[in-house]
Antibody, heavy 119, light 108 residues
Framework: QVQLVQSGAEVKKPGASVKVSCKAS????????IHWVRQAPGQRLEWMGW????????RYLQKFQGRVTITRDTSAITAYMELSSLRFEDTAVYYC????????????WGQGTLVTVSS | EVVLTQSPGTLSLSPGERATLSCRAS???????LAWYQQKPGQAPSLLIY???SRATGIPDRFSGSGSGTDFTLTISRLEPEDFAVYHC?????????FGQGTKVEIK
């Protein structure tokens, strides 16, 4: 079955960068996009961007342009989300997600990775 | 950029009651690309409804979605204990993919 397994919790200082991984299994990795969504405490889910795991094309939410980089390693069947110049307000749970077969709605989610930005 | 506004913020109901949740878009969106998710504490969201009205695999038929244009509704016909959770709507299909702010369905 489709599984997305994310890396563990991180604590970072303001100004630092964080890189979260999302290892896929149970399907053809290059056949689907991987999306990244975050949820800050008390805030709505926030879509950050996605990567076409086949060709590596990316799209990012304008808000994160220049600070976020989504990549993938097809040999490792893993997608990555790196967020730089971290601020206190970047403290959130970060999720990777994938659409259902033939349907783009996000039917498969990783377990989430808590990133805490603290001095 | 589309903004999704959900109402109410919190819905206090008893098991067995009907829940009606609203998601309003700031501009017309294709009903083909409106989804609803359920999220329980400490868990990732899970897909309930896609294409505004199609249930995802394994979702019980007490959950139904409807709407078009700017107004969409998620209805839970008879609340079961496991349905008390937060519900999010999302536009998908073309970037960006915004979410609503969520509606919490709590036990009265």
């Amino acid at each position: 079955q489709v599984q997305l397994v994310q890396s563990g919790a991180e604590v970072k200082k303001p100004g630092a960068s964080v890189k979260v991984s999302c290892k896929a299994s149970g399907y053809t990795f290059t056949g689907y996009a991987i999306h990244w969504v975050r949820q800050a405490p008390g805030q709505r889910l926030e879509w950050m961007g996605w990567i076409n795991a086949g060709n590596g094309n990316t799209r990012y939410l304008q808000k994160f342009q220049g600070r976020v980089t989504i990549t993938r390693d097809t040999s490792a069947i893993t997608a990555y989300m790196e967020l730089s110049s971290l601020r206190f307000e970047d403290t959130a749970v970060y999720y990777c997600a994938r659409g259902l077969a033939g349907i783009q709605a996000l039917g498969h989610w990783g377990q989430g990775t808590l990133v805490t930005v603290s001095s | 950029e589309v903004v999704l506004t959900q109402s109410p913020g919190t819905l206090s109901l008893s098991p067995g009651e009907r829940a009606t949740l609203s998601c309003r878009a700031s501009q017309n969106i294709s009903s083909s690309y409106l989804a609803w998710y359920q999220q329980k504490p400490g868990q990732a969201p899970s897909l309930l409804i896609y294409g505004a009205s199609s249930r995802a695999t394994g979702i019980p038929d007490r959950f139904s979605g409807s709407g078009s244009g700017t107004d969409f509704t998620l209805t839970i016909s008879r609340l079961e204990p496991e349905d008390f959770a937060v519900y999010h709507c999302q536009q998908y299909g073309s970037s960006p993919w915004p979410f609503g702010q969520g509606t919490k369905v709590e036990i009265k």
